[in-house]
C-alpha cells in the first residue's frame, strides 16, 4: 500500500526524478563537438583474438534516426549528432576503429537495411524481439522512463491502461508501437512520422495521449514551445537503449560491451548533459534541501499515520501469501502444461505432475537434478552456454518469451515441445521457471501442411498460366515461372518483394505498355487502383507487342490478392481463324439454301402440274383400276413434295433462315389436330391410337403451333410406320417449373412397333440417317425426319429425347418451355362437372389415369371398372348407397355394338333406367348408332378432349347438344364456267400470269371446274398490258417469269393511278415456300399468297375470300333449276347420312356429279357381292387366313363408294381372320348379308 502512495504522489508531483540528481534546465542544450575521453588511454581489455579479429575488419556502417533528437538526428550540416554519437566518439576512441553514418536514409529505411544485413550498427536502438530476429544487442547503455504525455486540460491518467479507446500516438517502427500493440490491444494506436508531428498533433487535439521516453518528449516540448503539454505518467516500461550489430557480427557484442564498460558515470553525464535538457547536477541546491525538507516532514507524518495501517497490512499479506502459496501449489499440480522451476545452477526444484506425464520421470527423479538430463546432448550444451553468458552479461533472448525446443524423454524418445521461461528474484536468490507444453502432435500437423504447401508451391510452379501473390501490403511473395516467362521477369528483381506499381513500371521498361510519359502516372495510380481495390472479373488486354491475355485478381482472406494471367494469344489466332472458316462456311450454306430454293421451285412447277391433273382426272369417270392407278400418282407425288419439304426445311435450318412463330396457341388443338391426322393412316393398318393433353397446361401459350405440330406429326408417322399392331399413343403433359411466366411441356409419341436397337439409337437425330439401310428399303423416307425434329426443339430451347428396346417398342419425346399467353381469343374447353359421379368402363391400362384426369379437372369424382358384369354390378350398390352414378362413360376398347348391347341391357333394369351413359366408339359408321334414351356418342378415334368433355356434360344435362356440321360446302362444285365476257361483265374475270404451260393447263382446269372464267398471260409484260385493256377481278401470278416477273408486275400496278393496294387484288402463286419469297411478295404489293401445287380446296378459299361479289347475272348462263338441285340433293342428300353410303365420302371422291355416282355405285355392286361370298364362304370352311383376305378386298372398295358401315364391318373381319380369333368372326359374319342388303338397296334406289 504504501508504494501506492508513494507512486500517486510521483504521478501529482510530475515525474519521480533522484532526490540527489537532476533539477530540469529549461535551456536546450546542442553541443556538437565530440566528447573527449577522461583517460584517452584506458585500455579497452581485449583478448588476443578480439584484437586479431578487429583489426580486421574495415569502417563499420552506422544506421542512424535523421530526426530523433537529442538521441541522435543528423544536424544541418549533415553530421551525425545526439547522445548516441557521443557514445560512438568515445567508443571510436577506445578501440581505434572507424564508424561513418549511412547519409539520406529515413529510420524505416534503416530498418529495411538491417533486415537485410546491409548496416553494422545501429547505434541507439531498443531491444525487441522482432529486431532479435536481424540483430544481436549489447548490454543497455542508456536507460530512461517510458513516459505519457497528455494536454494540461486532459482528464487524469495513470497508465497506458488508463488510455483504453483513446487515441494514442507514436512514431512508426519505434520500440513503444511494438510494446503497445502486444500489451495493449485495447488502446486505438495511431503511427505518426516522427516525433514533433506526434507532439503536434497531440497539443491540435488530433491525438489524446502521446508515448515515448522522457528525454525526447521534454526536448521536444521545450524546442516546440509546447507550453499546453505536460508529462502526465510514466508507463511500466523502461526506455534502454543499446548497440544493434547484424547478425553476421557476433564477435563485435562483446567487444563493444567491453568498450561500453570503460566510460564512467561522468563521461555519460557529459554526453547526456550535452544534448539534453536534463542536467545532473553533483551537490544539493539549498531551495532543493528545503522543498526536500518540507517534503520529508510531511511525509514523515504520512508515515506515522500509516505505520499503524501497514503492520495490519503486512499480516493481512502473510495470510494472503499463504493462501497464494496453497493456490500456486494447486495450480502447479493440476495445470495442463508441464510446470518446471530451476535455480542460477540449472538444479531443478520444481517438477510438476504434468512434467512427469510429459517427460516420463516421477517428481523424485528428478527433484535435486540438472534441469540438462531433460535436454538432447547438442540443447543441453546450448543451454549451458546460454545460462553462463545470462549470469556474466545480463543477457536475456528467452526470458519472458516462448520457443520451440527439443525435450527427452525417460525411454530417450525426443520430442517437440514449447517453452517459455520466467525469471524471478526472491530475497537475492534467481529461480527461472519454465512451462512446457508438448507440441508433438502440432509439429507433425505443421510437418503435414508444410508438405502440402510445398505440394502446392509445385503446383503453382508447374501450371501453365501466370500467377502473382501480394501480400496485405500489396508486395510480391509468390511469382511463379510461367508468369516471370510471360513478362520477361529477372529473377533477381523477384526476390526484392516488389510491389505492384514496381512491376508496372519494370513492364513499361520492358516495352510491353505503349503509354506516353505524360499520361504513365496517371496509369500507374490507376492500375493499382484497381488490383488493390477489390476483385477484378476476367478481363481482356492485349500489349503493346500484339500479345494478349485474359487477367483476374482475386483479394484474399488474409488481405493481400491472388493475380492470373492467361496468355490467349495463340487462341485469339485460332479464333480468328475460325471466324474466316465460319464466313466461308456461311458463304457456301447461303449458296446451298439458293441452289435449294432453286430446286425446289424447279421441281415444285412440274410436280404442281402432276398433282394438278391427277386432281382434275379424280373429278372423272374412272373405274376401279384407274382410280386405283390415280391414287397411287397421287400418293407418290405427294411424297416426293415431302421429301423436297424435309431438304429445304433442313436447310433453311442450316442457314438460319427458318423463323419461328410466337402466337397464341392452343397445345389441346396442336396435339389432337395431330391425332387426328395420324388417325387415318392408324385406322388403314389396325393401330389403335389414343390421344392425351394433360388439362394442366393452361389454354393458350406462345409458339409456333405448325413447327410443334410437325414435329408430333414426324413422331407420330414414325411411330405408325413402324408398328405392325399394338396402339400409339400421342400425349402431351406439363412438367414441374418455378417460372409462373413460362411452362415446361413434354411431347411424346409411345408406340409398340419394332424398336430401336440400343447401338443405333445414338445415330437416330443424325441428317440423312437411318437405323440402317433395310429401313430405306423397306419403309422410305430421307432420313430427314428426326433431324429436322431436333432441330426445330433446339431452336425453342428445348430438348429431344428417345427410349426404345428393341422387340417392345419407342418413345419419341421432345420437351420445350413455352410462355403462358396473357392475352388470347382461344377458347376454354373446359365445362361444369363439378359435383358429378362419373363409372368409367375401360379394359386399357394406359387409359386408366389419363381419362379420369380429364373428368376431376373439372370437378367430376371417377370410379373405375374393367368389364360391363362389374360395371352393372357397381351401378346397382352405387343406388344402395345412395351414392348414385350421375353418367356411365363406356372406353371405345368394346365393339360398337357390344357396348349398345350393355346400355339396353342395363336400362332395362328399372334401378338403372335412368342413368345417363355416354359411349366411346372407334368407327366412324353412323349405322349402328342406335337411337338409345339419355345416350351420347363420342367418337373416340382418337377421342378428343372437348368432345369428350362435352359429352359427359350433355348426358349429365349441364349442356346442349350441337347440330352436326356438314363441311360437303367446302367440297369442289362443279358449276359451268361463263364465258369470259360475262364473267367481266358480272365483275369475276380473272387473269392467270404464268410461264410454265402444264400449270397453265392445270389452273385453268382447276378454275372452270370451281365455276370461274380465266385468262392467261404468259409473262408479267403480256399480263400488265392486257390489264390496260381489260377489267379483271383477280390477278393470280407466278412470281418468277421471263420478261417481266411478277414482283416487278405487282409494284407497276400498285404505282399506277387507280391501281393502289386494296383497288384489286394481286395473288401471288409459286412454288418457292421460303419465307423471303413471302415477305417480298407482301412488300411489293401483293395482297396473298398460294404455294404449287395448288389444292382445290385451298384455291376455292382463296377465291372465295378475294373475289367480289357479282355485279349481274348473265341470262344466259345455265343456272340449275329448282327441282335439278332437288333432284340432285336426292342423290346425295345429307339428311341420308346415317345410311348404308355416306354422301360426304362420294362428294370427296367424286364431286357433286349424280351421273358419275349411279355409274360407280353400280359397278359397285356386283364384286362386292362376290366378295361377301367369299367371306361367307371361308367362314363355312374355318379359314381364317381367307377370311381376313377376302375381308379387305371388300373394305378398300367399300370405303372408296363411301360404304362405312360395310368397310368397318370387313375392317373387324380382316383383324379377326389375321389374328384366327373366331369368336369375333362368328359373331361378325351373320351381320354382313344384312348390310350387303342395305347397300344394294340404296344404290338401286338411286
Not at 553 to 566: A, D, K, Q
Not at 1081 to 1101: H, I, R, T, V
Not at 1195 to 1220: F, P, T, Y
Request: hydrophobic share 40%; proline share 3%; charged share 25%.
Amino acid at each position: 500500500m504504501l508504494h501506492k502512495v508513494l507512486h500517486v504522489l510521483a504521478i501529482l508531483s510530475g515525474v519521480a526524478a533522484p532526490l540527489i540528481s537532476a533539477s530540469v534546465s529549461l535551456s536546450a542544450s546542442s553541443n556538437s563537438s565530440g566528447i573527449k575521453s577522461e583517460s584517452t588511454n584506458q585500455a579497452v581489455a581485449l583478448d588476443n583474438e578480439e584484437k586479431r579479429w578487429l583489426s580486421e575488419q574495415g569502417t563499420f556502417t552506422l544506421g542512424v534516426d535523421p530526426s530523433w533528437a537529442p538521441f541522435e538526428f543528423v544536424d544541418d550540416d549533415g553530421k551525425y549528432s545526439g547522445i548516441g554519437s557521443g557514445y560512438i566518439d568515445l567508443t571510436s576512441q577506445r578501440l581505434g576503429v572507424d564508424f561513418k553514418a549511412l547519409p539520406g536514409l529515413t529510420w524505416t529505411e534503416v530498418i529495411r537495411k538491417a533486415r537485410l544485413g546491409q548496416i553494422d550498427i545501429l547505434p541507439t536502438i531498443a531491444r525487441t524481439p522482432k529486431r532479435e530476429k536481424f540483430l544481436n544487442f549489447t548490454k543497455p547503455y542508456i536507460t530512461f522512463p517510458m513516459v505519457i504525455a497528455t494536454r494540461k486540460d486532459a482528464a487524469f491518467v495513470d497508465s497506458i491502461a488508463g488510455l483504453e479507446g483513446k487515441r494514442v500516438g507514436v512514431v512508426k517502427g519505434y520500440v513503444s508501437q511494438e510494446l503497445i500493440e502486444n500489451d495493449h490491444k485495447s488502446v486505438n494506436l495511431v503511427l505518426v512520422k516522427n516525433l514533433s508531428e506526434g507532439l503536434q498533433q497531440l497539443s491540435d487535439g488530433k491525438l489524446d495521449a502521446f508515448v515515448d521516453n522522457l528525454v525526447t518528449i521534454t526536448h521536444q516540448i521545450h524546442l516546440l514551445n509546447l507550453s499546453d503539454l505536460k508529462i502526465a505518467a510514466p508507463t511500466q516500461y523502461k526506455f534502454e537503449l543499446s548497440m544493434g550489430v547484424r547478425k553476421g557480427l557476433p564477435e563485435l557484442i562483446p567487444i563493444l560491451n567491453k568498450a561500453l564498460q570503460t566510460i564512467t558515470a561522468r563521461e555519460r553525464a557529459t554526453i547526456v548533459n550535452s544534448w539534453t535538457a536534463i542536467q545532473v547536477n553533483y551537490g544539493i541546491a539549498t531551495s532543493t534541501v528545503l522543498y526536500w525538507a518540507i517534503l520529508l516532514i510531511v511525509g514523515a507524518l504520512i508515515i506515522v499515520v500509516l505505520v499503524f495501517y501497514w503492520i495490519r497490512f503486512l499480516q493481512k499479506q502473510k495470510r494472503f501469501v499463504q493462501r497464494s502459496e496453497k493456490r500456486l501449489a494447486s495450480i502447479i499440480e493440476t495445470a495442463p502444461d508441464g510446470i518446471i522451476v530451476i535455480d542460477e545452477k540449472g538444479i531443478v526444484q520444481t517438477f510438476s505432475p504434468a512434467a512427469e506425464d510429459i517427460f516420463g520421470y516421477t517428481n523424485d527423479e528428478v527433484i535435486g537434478k540438472n534441469i540438462s538430463m531433460l535436454m538432447p546432448d547438442m540443447m543441453a550444451h546450448e543451454h549451458d552456454s546460454y545460462l553462463e553468458r545470462h549470469l556474466r552479461t545480463g543477457e536475456s533472448t528467452i526470458i519472458g518469451r516462448g520457443r520451440e525446443v527439443e525435450g527427452l524423454r525417460k525411454d530417450g524418445e525426443q520430442f517437440a515441445m514449447e517453452l517459455t521461461v520466467g525469471k524471478a528474484e526472491v530475497d537475492g536468490q534467481v529461480t527461472y521457471t519454465g512451462g512446457i507444453r508438448d507440441i508433438t502432435e502440432r509439429k507433425n500437423i505443421e510437418l503435414e501442411q508444410a508438405r502440402v504447401l510445398e505440394s502446392l508451391s509445385a503446383v503453382i510452379e508447374s501450371i501453365d498460366y501466370g500467377v502473382l501473390f501480394l501480400d496485405k501490403n500489396f508486395r510480391s511473395i509468390v511469382c511463379n515461372k510461367a508468369f516471370q516467362d510471360m513478362w520477361g521477369i529477372d529473377p533477381d528483381f523477384v526476390l526484392g518483394n516488389p510491389s505492384m506499381e514496381d512491376y508496372i513500371r519494370y513492364n513499361r521498361y520492358k516495352g510491353f505498355y505503349d503509354v506516353g510519359d505524360e499520361d504513365f502516372e496517371t496509369f500507374v495510380e490507376e492500375r493499382v487502383a484497381a488490383v488493390e481495390g477489390g476483385n477484378i472479373s476476367p478481363t481482356e488486354m492485349t500489349r503493346a507487342d500484339g500479345k494478349t491475355f485474359i487477367y483476374q485478381n482475386r483479394l484474399l482472406e488474409n488481405g493481400g490478392c491472388m493475380l492470373t494471367y492467361y496468355d490467349i494469344t495463340e487462341r485469339k489466332k485460332g479464333e480468328e481463324e475460325l471466324r474466316d472458316a465460319r464466313d466461308l462456311a456461311e458463304e457456301a450454306t447461303k449458296a446451298k439454301a439458293t441452289f435449294l430454293a432453286t430446286m425446289s421451285h424447279e421441281i415444285r412447277t412440274p410436280m404442281g402440274g402432276v398433282i394438278g391433273m391427277v386432281d382434275i382426272l379424280q373429278e372423272t369417270k374412272l373405274s376401279d383400276d384407274q382410280r386405283q392407278m390415280v391414287n397411287t400418282v397421287k400418293d407418290s407425288a405427294h411424297s416426293l413434295l415431302t421429301i423436297i419439304n424435309d431438304i429445304l426445311d433442313f436447310s433453311k435450318i442450316e442457314a438460319g433462315k427458318l423463323d419461328l412463330e410466337e402466337i397464341p396457341v392452343s397445345i389441346c388443338d396442336v396435339v389432337e389436330g395431330a391425332g387426328e391426322a395420324l388417325a387415318v393412316n392408324a385406322r388403314n393398318k389396325g393401330i389403335t391410337l389414343s390421344v392425351y393433353v394433360d388439362p394442366d397446361i393452361p389454354d393458350a401459350v406462345l409458339g409456333d403451333q405448325v413447327r410443334l405440330r410437325q414435329i408430333l406429326f414426324n413422331f407420330g408417322s414414325n411411330a405408325i410406320k413402324f408398328t405392325a399392331e399394338g396402339k400409339v399413343i400421342v400425349r402431351a403433359d406439363r412438367l414441374p417449373s418455378s417460372d409462373a411466366e413460362n411452362i415446361k411441356i413434354r411431347f411424346q409419341v409411345i408406340d409398340e412397333g419394332i424398336g430401336i436397337p440400343e447401338d443405333a439409337q445414338k445415330n437416330l437425330f443424325q441428317a440423312f440417317s437411318q437405323v440402317e439401310a433395310s429401313t430405306t428399303r423397306r419403309f422410305g423416307g430421307t432420313g430427314l425426319g428426326l433431324s429436322i425434329c431436333q432441330r426445330l426443339t433446339e431452336l425453342m430451347n428445348g430438348t429431344i429425347g428417345v427410349e426404345s428396346v428393341s422387340g417392345e417398342g419407342s418413345t419419341f419425346s421432345a420437351t420445350i418451355s413455352l410462355g403462358v399467353a396473357k392475352e388470347h381469343s382461344i377458347k376454354s374447353d373446359g365445362l361444369d362437372l363439378e359435383g358429378l359421379n362419373v363409372l368409367l368402363v375401360h379394359q386399357r391400362n394406359d387409359m386408366e389415369v389419363l381419362i379420369p384426369r380429364y373428368l376431376e379437372r373439372w370437378g367430376a369424382r371417377v370410379t373405375s371398372c374393367s368389364d360391363f358384369e362389374q360395371a352393372q354390378s357397381e351401378a346397382l350398390q352405387a343406388v344402395a348407397r345412395k351414392d348414385i352414378y350421375n353418367v356411365v362413360c363406356l372406353d371405345s376398347d368394346w365393339l360398337l355394338n357390344e357396348q349398345v348391347a350393355f346400355v339396353q341391357s342395363a336400362r332395362s333394369d328399372p334401378v338403372l333406367s335412368a342413368t345417363r351413359y355416354v359411349i366411346a366408339f372407334q368407327s366412324r359408321s353412323k349405322s349402328d348408332r342406335v337411337d338409345i334414351e339419355n345416350t351420347v356418342f363420342v367418337n373416340a378415334a382418337p377421342l378428343r378432349r372437348s368432345e369428350f368433355i362435352r359429352s359427359i356434360a350433355i348426358a349429365a344435362g349441364r349442356a346442349s347438344p350441337d347440330v352436326e356440321y356438314d363441311d360437303s360446302e367446302d367440297l369442289p362444285s362443279h358449276a359451268k364456267a361463263p364465258e369470259v365476257g360475262d364473267a367481266e361483265a358480272n365483275g369475276q374475270l380473272i387473269l392467270l400470269a404464268e410461264d410454265n404451260l402444264t400449270n397453265q393447263d392445270v389452273i385453268r382446269r382447276q378454275l372452270s371446274m370451281l365455276g370461274y372464267a380465266v385468262e392467261i398471260a404468259s409473262d408479267g409484260q403480256e399480263a400488265y398490258e392486257m390489264l390496260q385493256s381489260r377489267s379483271y377481278a383477280i390477278l393470280l401470278t407466278d412470281c418468277h417469269m421471263p420478261v417481266m416477273d411478277g414482283f416487278q408486275l405487282s409494284e407497276n400496278l400498285r404505282t399506277v393511278k387507280g391501281r393502289e393496294k386494296g383497288s384489286f387484288p394481286i395473288i401471288a402463286v409459286t412454288a418457292s415456300v421460303m419465307r423471303e419469297e413471302v415477305d417480298r411478295c407482301f412488300a411489293s404489293g401483293m395482297d396473298d399468297y398460294l404455294a404449287k401445287p395448288l389444292e382445290m380446296k385451298k384455291l376455292k378459299a382463296m377465291l372465295q375470300k378475294w373475289m367480289p361479289e357479282p355485279v349481274g347475272i348473265d341470262t344466259d348462263i345455265k343456272v340449275p333449276s329448282e327441282s335439278e338441285d332437288v333432284d340432285q340433293e336426292d342423290v346425295v342428300s345429307d339428311a341420308d347420312t346415317n345410311g348404308p353410303i355416306d354422301p360426304s365420302a362420294l362428294k370427296n371422291v367424286f364431286g357433286d356429279d349424280a351421273e358419275t355416282f349411279r355409274e360407280i355405285l353400280g359397278e359397285f355392286l356386283a364384286p362386292s357381292a362376290a366378295n361377301a361370298e367369299e367371306i361367307i364362304a371361308a367362314a363355312k370352311n374355318r379359314s381364317a387366313p381367307e377370311v381376313g383376305a377376302a375381308a379387305h378386298k371388300l373394305k378398300s372398295s367399300s370405303r372408296s363408294v363411301g360404304a362405312i358401315d360395310l368397310a368397318e364391318l370387313c375392317q373387324v373381319l380382316e383383324q379377326a381372320g389375321n389374328a384366327a380369333d373366331w369368336d369375333v368372326i362368328d359373331e361378325a359374319v351373320p351381320r354382313l348379308p344384312q348390310i350387303m342388303s342395305d347397300v344394294s338397296d340404296y344404290i338401286k334406289a338411286l
